[in-house]
């Protein structure tokens, strides 16, 4: 017998009041564990639903008499010119049943209709869904539901009221609610409960990181996070909260939220960039989440070394865009080396004449800009072996040195190429990028390349690396309103752009400013004023400073004239 006929016969003999024991406990355990078992056997209920209703009064065994018309026949199949009566005989599974048969098991009918709509209703009960699941490891967490089963974390799992989860070490995901357009970002080691009344859907934060985007609620029903520590409400805004032991952080990006401590009804609302504390045994704290500092507003060098796709079997990176070079054998790697001491030379020359304040490496870890500098022996091991006297010889000389970090996760693909996937709360992954690269290389500048997905905006990730790791520079790709709070958006005004502007943004924030990308000879001259009003106003402009170049010369220019 087929895998669906043995349901089917198991859902027959259940409606029939003759399914028990072992063969009972084997629908139940298809039902919970196949999403299809669960959809059929809800059809199946439908059916006896509507055939209770039906007028057929006979025995099972009684034969059906079925009227034809001739004249429809005639129209539709041409094959008989008068009324004929077919015969047929009625099934005998559980839909012909006598009515009797029917009324036999009405208790057993509702039970199991019930139990269906509690346990298998479709999405009905469903509040969330892991719409993003991002575990380096393999182990993802577990899902511990309201019925007692567990099972471990994985995509497109759903979430019902009661619902406990937990992410493990590195883990990051990512919630979709299926009501309303809210999101929940679940960091690494974060435990949480869901579950949902008439007042509105209630998260218990155990432990972790929850960053949320919480669609517009009603005033009689809201989205509230509770602590140990304190109770968060809110009725429509982007905010994070984390707790750890006896302490509990909320920071809001956009609107508002009420934050109550544990065990008071003292409350305090919360507004955009704003942050509090919440202890236990003391008071409420309120403060203003440290926004980015920094006044050097000298032009900025990128170094861009590689050549996309270069297929050179002794230069597969494409160092220099030369082919000949080679990374493969003893000889050619000490011809390496002197190259690359040969072109921090003449970037040390070239800084020095632009007046730069550093320089940033797009693409230290080879083409693609792959953004993971933790990887770095791996992923192009000859720069590894030279990067640390680089990046000391450029410090030595006196200027900043960055690197570009992505938000997404690195990931090989089976043609020996890389690819990103996106992480529901890349902070802990963006942090631990940035540290590694602080402490090898002291670097301080790091361009931003990716987004933060729908629950984590690049303005949360960038407020919480600058909370947590002041003096650098964060030089974000994307950016919305109040990204300039806490980093310097990369522009291109050559390019078309509907987004806000450095203009914008410094009405409401003065010392907001502009990264703006290497532009062409053309441009410069064509656009002086304008680039000196923004180079006036605090805006960074950057140049190429691998060789010397007319653009060089043209930066320098403006940086004379805007005197910022």
């Known amino acids: 017998m087929s895998d669906r006929g043995l349901l089917l016969e198991l859902v027959d003999d259940y409606l029939a009041g003759t399914l028990s024991g072992e063969r009972l406990a084997t629908l139940e355990r298809r039902l919970r564990a196949e999403p299809d078992s669960c959809r059929r056997f809800w059809v199946a209920l439908q059916h006896e639903i509507l055939l209770r209703q039906y007028p057929y009064s006979g025995s099972a065994e009684q034969p059906l008499t079925v009227k034809t018309d001739s004249k429809k026949n005639a129209k539709e199949n041409t094959t008989t010119d008068e009324s004929t009566d077919a015969t047929v005989s009625a099934p005998s599974a559980w839909w012909s049943r006598p009515r009797w048969a029917l009324a036999s098991c009405a208790a057993l009918l509702v039970i199991a209709v019930s139990w269906a709509l509690l346990h298998h209703g479709g999405d009905a009960d469903v509040l969330a869904r892991v719409a993003q699941l991002h575990a380096p490891t393999g ?12 099972e471990p974390l994985r995509s497109d799992l759903v979430l019902r009221s009661g619902d406990r989860l937990s992410t493990a070490l590195g883990t990051s995901l990512e919630l979709r609610f299926t009501r309303e357009d809210t999101v929940l970002g679940l960091g690494s080691q974060t435990t949480m409960t869901l579950s949902a009344g008439p007042e509105g859907v209630r998260v218990q934060l155990e432990s972790g990181t929850l960053t949320a ?90 170094m861009m070394l590689c050549r996309e796709k270069a297929g050179w079997p002794n230069n597969p990176r494409g160092w220099f865009g030369d082919a000949k070079v080679d990374v ?39 083409p693609g800009y792959l953004g993971d500098p933790r990887r770095l022996a791996t992923l192009a091991p000859e720069m590894d072996v030279v990067a640390d006297r680089m990046m000391a010889r450029l410090r030595a000389a006196g200027f900043a040195v960055g690197v570009v970090v992505r938000t997404e996760s690195l990931v090989a693909t089976p043609t020996g190429g890389w690819s990103f996937r996106p992480l529901a709360d890349p902070v802990h992954d963006v942090q631990a990028k940035i540290a590694y690269a602080q402490k090898r290389w002291g670097a301080t500048i790091f361009p931003l390349l990716g987004d933060g997905g729908n629950a984590l905006t690049m303005t949360t990730i960038c407020r919480r690396i600058t909370a947590a790791s002041p003096g650098v520079l964060l030089i974000p790709t994307g950016a919305d309103a109040d990204t300039w709070r806490w980093g310097a958006p990369w522009t291109n005004p050559a390019q078309s752009s509907t987004g806000i502007t450095a203009d914008t943004a410094r009405q409401t924030l003065p010392g907001a400013f502009t990264v703006i990308a290497p532009l062409e000879g053309p441009y410069l001259t064509q656009h002086r004023d304008a680039l000196v009003k923004s180079v006036a106003a ?4 950057t140049f190429r400073a691998w060789s010397g170049n007319p653009e060089q010369r043209a930066v320098k220019a403006i940086y004379a004239e805007a005197k910022p």
Do not use: C, Y
């Not at 182990?139 to 567990?150: E, I, N, P």
């Not at 140990?228 to 809001?252: H, K, L, W, Y």
């Not at 493969?328 to 304040?357: C, K, W, Y």
């Open 538 to 541: 605090g805006d960074v402009m």
């Open 213 to 302: 985007a919480v669609a517009h609620q009603t005033a009689d029903r809201q989205v509230a996070i509770t602590t140990p520590q304190a109770t968060v409400a809110v009725i429509g805004t982007r905010f994070t909260v984390m707790t750890a032991g006896d302490r509990t952080s909320v920071e809001v990006d956009d609107g508002r939220v009420r934050i109550t401590s544990a065990g008071t009804t003292t409350s305090q609302e919360l507004g955009p960039g704003q942050a509090a504390l919440a202890e236990t045994g003391k008071p409420l704290a309120i403060a203003r989440v440290p926004e980015l500092r920094w006044d050097d507003r000298r032009p900025l060098g990128v």
């Open 139 to 150: 182990d993802a967490g577990l899902l511990h539901h309201a019925d007692q089963r567990t």
């Open 328 to 366: 493969m054998s003893p000889s050619g790697l000490a011809a390496f080396h002197r190259r690359v001491d040969a072109l921090i030379d003449s970037t040390l020359a070239n800084l020095r004449e632009v007046g730069a304040q550093g320089v940033v490496f797009w693409d230290l870890e080879g």
